[in-house]
């Protein structure tokens, strides 16, 4: 193996982003038919690396070697040339366009689609059958669910002939099931001699199914291991800096009366899927409920109703209050009159005006509200000086009131969000991913302040895709799956292992390999998909 | 992060903008044989150095304030009213049954009345693309200039066969009776030893238009809904969280442009011709983009943009009547201030966020060392 | 009505939906490549302007023609310089180009020929004589078949037939080759493109030269073709009833020949009678005028089945960080 050339070798490899250095002279070696693991936080260059490798940006120093000889890659097409495949966390399909389509373009033998069509057509089943690929070529992209749609990028990169292949954070959407799935693919491609380089942020993964990792940290690449040679605490520390233990410091939760109670929600997207069935909770004064799930289960929808901006039926009651949940007085300002607090999913697309300065924002949604002033004009002298006292109590830096949001680190930006719904005591406070992109120093503060308001007795709801931030926060555990909540649990009482059952709509352990229940829930639910789309 | 300090944004990005447009506009002048420089002095003789030649400028600019500021307030909520010419059209009809149709004892009721008809009108003509874009997502540029369109052939009709006298040739309303007729500059300002504004048509309606300025100046930036309107403007998925409807500030948002742009006709129809004529808005709504544009759809802006253009029109008057060089031009220039402020603002931009940024590298590095 | 009537009113909607369906089709290519063009009106007025201009110089219309197609060409790379390489606001763009060709024209003219910003009045080789098909002396004495043969699908001028052939050309090439695919491609989704290997930017260079060598054709047969010299804003709104037919047809080239064909008829209509009496109801003239309008917005309403655009159209490509 010693003379073997590496499938990628990268050497002194930098790029910046105007100020940002995302990427510091980082060299790493990629030995072909293995699965190399390339693990960090989010923001520690991961992604800016391997856009380099694909020729997407180009690096302002090192160089590129690809099989033992030295490569240049401009752009993508250089890329496919040396016979590297990507897979992108978004997927880059043509959503009306068929599978078959969608593989040859960029890739067409010749000036008329119909040759090029009957060969990809042929290569696709071959490549189905050799690898657990299945897709039907002729259904187009946006009527797949999310893990075919994967495939079908995986499939442009086989077709293209790649033998080394990228995949960013391919899991990210995926149920486990599903990404059981893409592994058995991985490992296929792996007996098959192709190289891959998974990028991710979730140590399972990497412990699971890569021969080596990579570990980056803010642009650096801090240590290359044998996967076999470390252990996920060994990696952690890698990946932070310093031994992160993310357990909050909060004493029993001691619950009072419901403040939020949900019963019998429906409620269907703008197509008439039905998005949330029949979700029946309650969440009590004093206690932190955590909403676990994959992406994309209907916890966004049921903070979107909740919120104010999504229709649906049944019934929902603050503070034993009934609020309507449809037509007049069903909107975000309404929901805020009523009690109800909302830290969203997204702060940049939904939590904050990115080019409105903090102090506008420290009003937003509440901007009919005392503290704008009476009069038929805004007092911002007011408001300016409540929100520069607000971004004092909570440690926003730069405490300069006048900003823009957008020119805020994530921490802080996710600060000042923070800071006006919770100043503004709600009874119920719903927070989406609190933690999201925000540096380490700001997620222990964002913790303490979340744990803090649970101690003032109010009721909080709290969502999140990192099962991690569910354990340390959450006094109670709800995991939803396809629009249902399957099952709540004491945080106290429960482990990852039934919570992930729950997470695939499981709700009995079979005991024995979880695995193949699992995959049984999900070609259900891929079948009920396929039945909506008729 | 910013790349770039607010009042370079502000004001030197459009003053560059301009420069080139104003260049490119003389390379056009010399391209047909002119002298650009000889141009510019004849404009500025005809059209700032007589008093007249103001009242000309003023009344054009009063009509660019108006349109400009239409194009803006929905600009701020990121929609593209390409419709005030017909909005503009249809208030003039507003303020034609008003001064027509009903008995004025003196101008100033007239002019309150004719406002309110004209605002009412111009929105009238912008809530239907409002509506279908809030409601049904029809994209409004499309629907509006549909709307434009649709607004020339109603007038057309109503002059042609409804409100023209008989007898009368061209398609045009009778002349509105006397107690309508607004004062001008001349009336206001020119005195026996002074005759200031001889003939020309700049009229009490500029002062409205200064006063919408300020109207729309304390709307955006000082009230709940100009918030809502640059609120959703910069972010719709936002709004929504914050429980702003979209579907309502838009509407807003669109029958406050439709009202400024109606109010035009205030300008053409009693300030000017004194009676509504075919095609009285000669393109004031297009206009009314390039003002805005520059004026970075602030009411300053605006207003000094407005005043430009008015200077431009009433310039380009004088070179038609004294050169060979067809009023035309202002088409041209109007249309190089919309290309390089509005659609090539990249352009001018990125060369000078690169200086400035190598400026703060340079500003960073000298302390450290 | 009787069938002779008929017969000239159709074939004056054949005339008049000509330019229109090149427009729209120059159109097509464009926002199918996901860059919105409102300034169809002016590249169809540059070249009207150029081509008459030419013509009546050389007296010939085929120069005229090509420089028809050059101008046209010119301000469609404005139009890609601004919203490909710059990516500025395409709407913008779009109404800036038109504004630019209304006054150049008539500044030009007015240098070149100074009749008031019109050309002088094409003859002979200066203008598009009619092509008489085979037999379409022969035939016109069968009855109804015949005159519609020689009246109708004969007689017209080349350009006619040039737009016509264009429908089906347009659908093979959109939809039966490699550049048709990447076209639609980049209009939907250009990072697909973009990580497949193929240049966003120069398919959408490509895009937009096509419309604007289409729209040039367009220009060219409405002041060399239907009239015989260009006068001051000749297109009369022609490229916005264009865009109304692209949306009517929902940006599909078979559903763009209905809709131009329609719209052409309404022209033809308006154009033959002033008003329409309709058992005691009087239609006006300007009905008509409005009238395509009118229905492209209640296409856009969706009333009549949604119009949804190409996804990507209007939104200069930057590549995500």
């Not at chain 1, 302002?60 to 040396?82: F, H, L, N």
């Not at chain 3, 139009?79 to 990516?87: K, P, V």
Request: hydrophobic share 50%; aromatic share 8%.
């Amino acid at each position: 193996m010693t003379d073997t050339a590496p499938a990628i070798e990268l050497k002194g490899i930098s790029k910046s982003f105007g100020p940002v250095q995302a990427n510091k002279d980082i060299s790493i070696r990629v030995m072909p038919g293995t699965i190399h693991g390339i693990i960090g936080e989010n923001g520690a260059g991961k992604s800016t690396l391997m856009s380099i490798l694909y020729g997407f940006y180009s690096a302002d120093a090192g160089e590129i070697w690809v099989k033992g000889e030295k490569t240049v890659i401009p752009d993508s097409q250089a890329a496919i040339r040396a016979g590297i495949g990507m897979v992108f966390q978004h997927f880059k399909l043509v959503q009306n366009f068929t599978v078959l389509e969608n593989v040859i373009l960029g890739a067409e033998d010749g000036g008329l689609l119909k040759p090029s069509l009957s060969k990809a057509r042929g290569v696709l089943k071959q490549l189905a059958e050799e690898y657990e690929l299945s897709v039907d070529p002729d259904t187009q992209v946006q009527h797949l669910s999310v893990g075919h749609q994967q495939r079908v990028e995986i499939l442009k990169a086989l077709y293209r002939q790649a033998d080394i292949l990228i995949l960013d954070e391919p899991t990210g959407v995926l149920t486990p099931a599903e990404a059981d799935h893409l592994f058995r693919i991985l490992d296929n491609l792996r007996a098959e001699g192709k190289t891959i380089i998974l990028i991710t942020h979730k140590l399972r993964e990497i412990m699971e199914i890569t021969d080596t990792v990579s570990v980056m940290r803010r642009g650096e690449m801090t240590a290359t291991v044998k996967t076999a040679e470390t252990s996920p605490e060994e990696l952690a520390e890698l990946m932070v800096g310093r031994k992160v233990l993310l357990r909050v410091d909060k004493a029993p939760a001691k619950p009072k009366e419901a403040l939020l109670e949900i019963e019998n929600l429906r409620h269907l997207d703008g197509q008439g899927v039905e998005k949330l069935r029949n979700i029946s909770l309650e969440v009590r004064a004093g206690e932190i409920v955590g909403l676990a799930g994959v992406a994309g289960n209907g916890q966004s929808e049921l903070l979107n109703v909740l919120g104010g901006y999504a229709d649906a039926t049944g019934t929902v009651r603050v503070n034993g209050r009934e609020i309507p949940l449809s037509g007049r007085g069903c909107d975000g300002m309404a929901r805020r009159a009523a009690g109800i607090g909302h830290v969203p999913e997204d702060r940049q697309r939904e939590g904050l005006i990115m080019p409105y300065s903090a102090w506008e924002n420290t009003v937003f949604g509440y901007h009919h509200g005392p503290e704008t002033g009476s009069g038929l004009l805004m007092d911002n002298a007011a408001i300016r000086k409540e929100a520069a006292a607000k971004m004092e109590r909570f440690d926003v830096r730069p405490p300069d009131p006048s900003l823009a949001a957008k020119n805020f680190s994530g921490g802080n930006q996710q600060k000042i969000v923070l800071a006006r719904e919770i100043e503004r005591n709600p009874d119920v406070l719903l927070i989406g991913q609190p933690t999201r992109g925000v540096d380490i120093g700001a997620i222990e503060f964002i913790h303490e302040q979340i744990v803090r308001l649970r101690d003032m007795g109010k009721a909080i709801l709290l969502v999140s895709v990192e099962l991690d931030e569910i354990f340390a926060l959450s006094d109670r555990i709800a995991v939803m799956f396809d629009g249902r909540i399957m099952g709540v649990r004491d945080a106290g009482e429960t482990d990852q292992r039934e919570l992930g059952l729950l997470m695939a709509g499981i709700t009995e352990d079979p005991g024995g390999d979880a695995y193949e229940a699992v995959d049984a829930a999900m070609d259900q639910k891929d079948h009920r998909e396929a039945a909506r789309h008729g | 992060m910013d790349r770039m300090p607010a009042w370079a944004d502000a004001v030197l990005v459009p003053l560059i903008s301009l420069l080139l447009a104003a260049l490119l506009s003389a390379l056009v002048i010399l391209g047909i044989g002119e002298n650009p420089i000889e141009a510019l002095k004849l404009m500025v003789e005809g059209a700032l150095l007589r008093s007249a030649g103001w009242g000309y400028t003023l009344y054009y600019a009063t009509n660019f304030i108006f349109t400009g500021l239409a194009v803006s307030v929905a600009f701020h909520a990121k929609l593209f009213n390409i419709g005030g010419e017909g909005q503009a059209m249809i208030g003039g009809l507003g303020v034609a049954l008003v001064c027509l149709y009903l008995p004025w004892p003196h101008w100033s009721l007239a002019l309150v009345a004719a406002s309110v008809a004209a605002a009412l009108f111009g929105a009238v003509w912008a809530f239907i693309p409002a509506y279908l874009q809030a409601k049904r997502g029809s994209h409004i540029v499309i629907t509006t200039i549909m709307f434009n369109f649709i607004a020339a052939a109603l007038l057309n009709y109503l002059l042609v066969n409804v409100m023209k006298p008989e007898g009368q040739q061209d398609p045009a309303t009778a002349i509105f009776p006397a107690a309508t007729h607004l004062p001008t500059f001349q009336d206001m300002f020119a005195t026996e030893a002074m005759p200031l504004f001889r003939g020309s048509p700049g009229n009490v309606t500029f002062f409205l238009a200064i006063a919408a300025c300020l109207v729309v100046w304390a709307l955006i930036w000082r009230t709940r809904l100009g918030y809502e309107i640059r609120a959703l403007g910069h972010s719709e998925s936002a709004a929504r969280y914050a429980g702003i409807s979209p579907v309502r500030t838009i509407v807003i948002a669109m029958l406050i442009s439709g009202a400024l742009a109606g109010l035009m006709g205030v300008n053409t129809a009693m300030g000017e011709a004194e009676r509504l004529v075919m095609n009285a808005t000669e393109g004031a709504g297009f206009i009314g983009i390039a003002v805005a544009l520059m004026g970075r759809n602030h009411p300053i802006g605006v207003f000094l943009a407005a005043i430009l253009f008015g200077f431009l029109y009433q310039g380009g008057a004088e070179l038609a009547l004294w050169t060979n060089i067809p009023r035309e031009l202002i088409v041209v220039i109007q249309a190089l201030v919309i290309l390089f402020t509005g659609a090539l603002d990249n352009m001018v931009r990125m060369p000078l966020e690169r200086v400035f940024a190598a400026r703060r590298r340079a500003a960073r590095k000298t302390p450290a060392e | 009505m009787d069938y002779n009537t008929l017969l000239q009113v159709l074939d004056s909607t054949v005339r008049l939906a000509t330019p229109l369906l090149l427009a729209c089709l120059a159109g097509l290519f464009s926002e199918r490549s996901g860059v919105i063009d409102i300034g169809l009106e002016g590249k169809m007025l540059i070249a009207a302007f150029f081509s008459a201009a030419i013509a009546a110089m050389t007296g010939s219309v085929w120069l005229g023609l090509g420089a028809g197609i050059v101008s046209a060409v010119l301000l469609s790379l404005v139009h890609g310089l601004a919203s490909i390489t710059f990516r500025g606001n395409q709407l913008i763009s779009g109404v800036a180009i038109n504004f630019l060709a209304a006054g150049l024209t008539v500044l030009i003219a007015q240098d070149w020929f100074g009749q008031g910003g019109r050309t002088p009045s094409l003859i002979g080789g200066g203008r598009w004589g009619n092509i008489t098909l085979p037999f379409a002396d022969t035939l016109s004495g069968v009855p109804v078949i015949g005159p519609l043969y020689a009246q109708l699908i004969s007689g017209h001028s080349l350009l006619v037939y040039v737009g016509f052939l264009m429908v089906p050309l347009t659908w093979w090439v959109l939809f039966r080759t490699r550049f048709g695919l990447r076209l639609r491609a980049v209009g939907e989704s250009p990072e697909a493109v973009d990580t497949a290997g193929v240049s966003v930017v120069g398919l959408r260079y490509a895009a937009v030269a096509i419309c604007g060598l289409l729209c040039g054709i367009a220009g060219s047969y409405l002041a060399t073709g239907l009239q015989a010299g260009f006068v001051k804003d000749m297109t009369a709104g022609r490229g916005y009833i264009a865009l109304a037919a692209l949306i009517f047809a929902k940006w599909r080239p078979w559903h763009a020949l209905g809709a131009c064909l329609l719209f052409g008829l309404l022209q033809a209509v308006a154009l033959r009678y002033q008003n329409i009496d309709l058992g005691g109801i009087t239609i006006p003239v300007q009905v008509m005028d409005a009238l395509p309008y009118i229905l492209t917005v209640v296409i856009l309403a969706g009333f009549v089945g949604k119009a949804i655009p190409p996804r990507a159209g209007g939104e200069p490509y930057v590549k995500e960080r």
